[in-house]
């Protein structure tokens, strides 16, 4: 690739596709490999106290659902449940990304799904 950025980058400069599928095939087994020792690594005897909080509307009040390891939960919100650590894990998870001008810049920034506390079980 050219260092002066008056020249013309060609086709012959772009990287090998093969190389770009092996590494994109790495990356995704690395991050299901990591996702599966989280999982694994949390048993069933691992409890949480988790409470989901109260958002806005109808549907901010209504149960959460929860499903992991073949476990299916409804969490009520506003107050605290024991469940697995997984649903922790699951909710640490879920989010989506919300974009802010900043300075005229457009800014990416994840923010939860859910509101919600979990403290161990005591």
């Keep these: 690739m050219s260092k002066n950025s008056s020249d013309v980058t060609t086709l012959d400069d772009a990287p090998d596709v093969a190389d770009t599928k092996a590494t994109a095939a790495a990356k995704k087994a690395s ?38 390891d073949g476990k299916n939960v409804h969490i009520p919100r506003g107050e605290f449940h024991e469940v697995d650590a997984i649903f922790g894990l699951l909710l640490e998870g879920m989010v989506y990304t919300i974009y802010e001008n900043v300075n005229g810049e457009m800014v990416p920034r994840s923010v939860p799904r859910y509101g919600y506390i979990i403290k161990p079980v005591a």
């Design 31 to 68: 991050a299901q490999e990591a996702s599966k020792e989280l999982v694994e690594g949390s048993t069933k005897k691992d409890r949480i106290l988790l409470k989901i909080n109260a958002g806005e509307g109808e549907e901010g009040r209504s149960a959460v659902f929860l499903s992991a």
